[in-house]
Nanobody, 126 residues
Framework: QVQLVESGGGLVQTGGSLRLSCAAS????????TGWFRQAPGKEREFVAA????????RYADSVKGRFTISRDNAKNTVYLQMNKLKPEDTAVYYC???????????????????WGQGTQVTVSS
């Protein structure tokens, strides 16, 4: 089992940048597929970005493509989400997730992930 802890959220102005981190503990992280999801008030949790265990498959939601980048440092057991050119509609609680099921894929469905962090708030002011 793996435990995930997100950090790096905060308040930023439109056009600014943030880098979210998701630190994993408990097991070696390198064999896990990882994803980032977000949930705004009153809305369902939505897919943001995902990376297969090897990095051979990476996917982004259309709304963040070209602005966000998912990456991972296996030596630090940490996955990152670099967010640039932030918009007010990016405001949400951001969650990282991981799974060994279908780890060769970069899945977009929350139900395909087994482990979740507690979330970190990102607020983009206009």
């Amino acid at each position: 089992q793996v435990q995930l802890v997100e950090s790096g959220g905060g308040l930023v102005q439109t056009g600014g940048s943030l880098r979210l981190s998701c630190a994993a503990s408990g097991r070696t992280f390198s064999s896990y597929a990882t994803g980032w999801f977000r949930q705004a008030p009153g809305k369902e949790r939505e897919f943001v970005a995902a990376r297969s265990w090897s990095g051979g498959n990476i996917r982004y939601a259309d709304s963040v493509k070209g602005r966000f980048t998912i990456s991972r440092d296996n030596a630090k057991n940490t996955v990152y989400l670099q967010m640039n050119k932030l918009k007010p509609e990016d405001t949400a609680v951001y969650y990282c997730a991981a799974t060994t099921r279908r780890a060769i894929f970069a899945d977009t469905l929350p139900s395909l992930y087994d482990y979740w962090g507690q979330g970190t708030q990102v607020t983009v002011s206009s």
